[in-house]
T-cell receptor, first 114, second 112 residues
Framework: DTAVSQTPKYLVTQMGNDKSIKCEQNLGHDTMYWYKQDSKKFLKIMFSYNNKELIINETVPNRFSPKSPDKAHLNLHINSLELGDSAVYFC?????????????FGPGTRLTVT | KNQVEQSPQSLIILEGKNCTLQCNYTVSPFSNLRWYKQDTGRGPVSLTIMTFSENTKSNGRYTATLDADTKQSSLHITASQLSDSASYICVVSAPGGFKTIFGAGTRLFVKA
């Protein structure tokens, strides 16, 4: 049983396109996150949602727009893709929004912008 | 500025040997510290979590230590196996949630 799933696993697209990445968790968690892992392997938080409400929005271009239709889903839409957006994007979830809760990560989506 | 620094950046050891990875942080105030293991092509998985009052925590062959006074943590891997080859990421959180800082990770290669 997959706890946190992401689709697609790989995404190759051209500059200027708009794309979406979907994330679903079946753990019953209240909080979901999007992270970006660049080529240097740094994991950086982008967004955090708790019960469908945005609670963290780090300095991310407004081309990135998260959408949470319900507690179990947090999708990431990216407009006007740029070369620098190429990275692995991880979705995660946790029981609560305190740092004391373990975060469960999805398998990642490798985005390549050409 | 809140930071988490890990060393070494990468490490190669022979199967069966022990190794220790280091994590220094400046996050303050401090709530807890986690070590994650990230296999190539997969998401990170939590190995241990320690709060301010805990000095050591074990998970099988993995033992994490924490010195909250010096703001240092280590992850010791005993009798390494080929499957231990992965990145190990130190993550420090401040109280109340929301501020969680990830280290850059240590890339461990275990060779037969």
């Amino acid at each position: 049983d997959t706890a946190v799933s992401q689709t697609p696993k790989y995404l190759v697209t051209q500059m200027g396109n708009d794309k979406s990445i979907k994330c679903e968790q079946n753990l019953g968690h209240d909080t979901m996150y999007w992270y970006k892992q660049d080529s240097k392997k740094f994991l950086k938080i982008m967004f955090s949602y708790n019960n469908k409400e945005l609670i963290i929005n780090e300095t991310v271009p407004n081309r990135f727009s998260p959408k949470s239709p319900d507690k179990a889903h947090l999708n990431l839409h990216i407009n006007s893709l740029e070369l620098g957006d190429s990275a692995v994007y991880f979705c995660a979830s946790s029981q609560g929004n305190s740092g004391g809760y373990e975060q469960y990560f999805g398998p990642g989506t490798r985005l390549t912008v050409t | 500025k809140n930071q988490v620094e890990q060393s070494p950046q990468s490490l190669i050891i022979l199967e069966g040997k022990n190794c220790t990875l280091q994590c220094n942080y400046t996050v303050s105030p401090f709530s807890n510290l986690r070590w994650y293991k990230q296999d190539t092509g997969r998401g990170p998985v939590s190995l241990t979590i320690m709060t301010f009052s805990e000095n050591t925590k074990s998970n099988g062959r993995y033992t994490a230590t924490l010195d909250a006074d010096t703001k240092q943590s280590s992850l010791h891997i005993t009798a390494s196996q080929l499957s231990d080859s992965a990145s190990y990421i130190c993550v420090v959180s401040a109280p109340g949630g929301f501020k969680t800082i990830f280290g850059a990770g240590t890339r461990l290669f275990v060779k037969a």
